[in-house]
């Protein structure tokens, strides 16, 4: 599914205007298309009672025009002005078209209450704002939006509920809660977003006609997944496979300190299908990894003065890199002059896809350059510290700019990177587009679950899907398996050992 901002919209719909497209007949489609989802919800229904609340820019004129189609099938329809006439000449043409239709045309003010047309309404559609808005509601915008949540109706928005940014999930004010937003032409990033993507309620997709070339005028789109999206990447599995067929994972890390990141790591790609797994670990942290360890092959190495694998390991590193399928570095593994020799030596020597997680990523920070030396993919999967470090930035400016921060990096650096937090993104050196993830919740957010989310995607690398493939495969099934512990416990509850529970389960729409 493709996410534009609303400054990719501008842009294919003035190619379209350019091309076969006029505005008008924009506006036109768009109308209609959302009276016909209006119509394809409620016909069956009894509710006919139809209050249209426009504001004075083109969402508005949608509205003019959602107007007309309903009034011809036989609603009776109400246009609320909100903000006075309308200010473009599209809206103005649409409005002159109610108008000679018989539509009834009122203006809100704070008296409107003594006719209590929300309280008449049986269905609202929220045309007040669109792509466009940005800042807080004023006094009367918010009044509105209050009358609108206060009501009994259903709620339609048009495109972005009122209130909200298109390009964001903040909810920073005042603003509409939808039972269903009308996304048209494609999804925008507050569609997809937490928490704003709950207040849109469903959102359906109108597709208004504009030509697939005028799409062409925007450069490294937002694209999001649903899960039979992801399930198409799965190949099946044949009666007649073997562990082999499977893949054999490789972790390196785990440290004295912190021995429990190596096992979550490890059971991650246990539980999600690898074909074998393996933990090579300091043996200072061999009594807490053997007494918990099933599934994995442990390699215990030679530990340093500091409970971390020493580079006396590199000859058995060497050898164990020639029988995987991936490698995964870093996590729990802690940082000294060891474990960086340790870093430059996987990643200059592997022949299979490496997965950069935690102090992995730390090893390298001011080396980064080496992953462009690499002679397999190179996946990072930084959380915005992280990013921070190796983008020499604050965090602040990572967050405030990730689609660009991503883009940025995977122009500079061959690799695969996933930036972790609310809302996932991963991008891929040379991809047309960055994919944002649609799945999890802040009770992902602890210890281990960057392990867990490591172990994913080594798995599905291992099982033979492309480096990016796997990459959004394994934030998606993550951050649906934490969805469903949340739902199951709570955000607080949602402990990295059930989330390495629930994998399983999730997994199974993916057979």
């Known amino acids: 599914m493709l996410v534009l901002t609303a400054e990719d919209i501008r842009l294919v719909e003035q190619a379209a205007d350019e091309s076969s497209m006029t505005y008008l007949q924009l506006m036109e489609n ?67 078209r109610i108008r000679a239709s018989g539509v009834t045309i009122v203006y809100f003010d704070a008296q409107n209450s003594r006719n209590d047309y929300f309280g008449n309404a049986q269905i609202i559609v929220d045309c007040v704002f669109g792509i466009g808005f940005k800042g807080v509601p004023d006094e009367t915008s918010a009044d509105v939006f209050e009358r609108i949540n206060s009501s009994s109706a259903a709620v339609v928005s048009v495109d972005v509920p ?24 494609c999804l925008k990033p507050v569609h997809v977003l937490k928490p704003a993507c709950t207040d849109c309620g469903q959102v359906v997709l109108a597709h208004i006609g504009i030509p697939e070339e005028c799409f062409k005028k925007v450069a490294s789109p937002l694209i999001a997944f649903k899960s039979d999206d992801i399930k198409n990447f799965f190949p099946k599995h044949r009666f007649d496979s073997h562990k082999g067929d499977y893949g054999t994972v490789l972790f390196i890390g785990g440290s004295y300190e912190m021995p429990g990141a190596s096992f979550m790591a490890t059971s991650a790609a246990v539980n999600s299908g690898a074909g074998i797994v393996k933990a090579a670990f300091p043996d200072a942290a061999y009594p807490a990894l053997a007494s918990k360890t099933v599934e994995q092959v442990l390699i215990p190495l030679p530990s340093n003065e500091s409970g971390r694998i020493s580079r006396k390991a590199l000859p058995r590193i060497a050898k164990e890199l020639k029988t995987c399928s991936a490698v995964v570095l870093g996590c729990g593994m802690g940082v000294d002059g060891d474990t960086e020799e340790i870093a430059r030596f996987v990643i200059e020597n592997s022949d299979v896809p490496i997965i950069l997680d935690a102090d992995g990523i730390n090893a390298i920070k001011d080396n980064i350059d080496i992953i462009d030396r690499a002679k397999s993919p190179v996946i990072l999967t930084p959380h915005p510290g992280e990013m921070a470090r190796l983008a020499k930035r604050s965090v602040g400016e990572i967050q405030s700019n990730r689609g660009g921060v991503v883009k940025e990096f995977t122009s500079a650096h061959k690799s695969v990177l996933v930036l972790k937090g609310a809302s996932t993104l991963v991008c891929e050196t040379g991809g047309d587009s960055i994919y944002i993830n649609t799945t999890g919740n802040p009770g992902l957010a602890s210890g281990g679950s960057g392990d867990v989310l490591a172990g994913l995607i080594a798995s599905f690398c291992a099982q033979g899907l492309s480096p990016f493939k796997a990459s959004v495969a394994g934030v998606y099934i993550h951050g649906e398996a934490g969805d469903t512990v949340s739902e199951e416990y709570s955000l607080r509850g949602n402990t990295p050992s059930k989330l390495l529970a629930q994998i399983p389960l999730t997994l199974k729409k993916y057979e």
């Open 30 to 96: 768009a109308g209609s298309y959302c009276a016909r989802i209006i119509r394809k919800t409620f016909d069956s229904t009894n509710r006919r009672n139809v209050l249209i609340v426009c504001g004075k820019g083109k969402n508005g004129g949608d509205g003019f025009v959602i107007a007309r189609k309903l009034l011809e099938n036989g609603y009776n329809v109400t246009v609320m002005m909100t903000a006075g006439l309308p200010k473009d000449e599209e809206s103005s043409e649409m409005l002159a």
């Open 162 to 185: 009122s209130g909200l940014y298109s390009d964001s999930g903040e909810t920073p004010g005042a603003h509409v809660k939808a039972d269903i937003t009308v996304a048209v032409t």
